[in-house]
């Protein structure tokens, strides 16, 4: 069933579509700010075109928000959660997990695309299984997956995942087959969680998108709706 206020198809004239919320430098000022092809996007929370549709469902397990964008055959599912860096670091990391169903007949190609907060670039970690073997030079810049708590817990994957040190990775999805890719980022913000007597949750809003046969699936998540997967 379409939703009509959800997903746009961009057909701007420009090329290019910023999701930044300002034009204040900040300490990122040398990374592009985050963009996706205006043509070729699909937009989840806006209008929706004749060959897109767009939901909201719940896992039935525990309940958290699963955003959806379906197009030609194509559906491509969002989570995001977050942790903190750890028990002696502050700071908060970011957990994009996506899962692209192929219904079609051909294979289809995923590339990473990008990730932002409050319109503050959120570059992906280079991440691993594990860190260990490695020289000790190298350790203190890869992040052990099996350390973080988003992923000893279920909530992502760590079959599939995009890396800082391989960004330019290319994942095939097989035709009538699904797959589930994780990448995760430490949130740029100073300040990105706040905590009253009701809990804690993240603030602003949360953007990341994902290329998938050169078509941008990009997903708006409210601060609100971001999941704690961390212990």
Known sequence: MKRTPLVALAVFAFTLITFAQDDIPTFQDDIPTFKVEAKS????????????????????????EIHKLSSAGIEVSSRVGYERVSSSESGELLNYTTTIANNTDSDLAVRYGGASADGHVAMPLWVALTNKGLHKRDRRNVWDLSRMHCFKSGFASRENFFSEHALSKTFTVRAQTAMTISSVSKDPRRYSVRCSLDGCHVIGTIRFYISVNRKDYVFVWPGRSVVYCGE
Not at 46 to 60: C, F, G, L, M, Y
């Open 41 to 64: 996007a699909l937009v989840w929370d806006k209008a929706v075109p004749e060959n897109a549709t767009s939901s909201i469902v719940w896992d039935p397990l525990t309940g958290n």
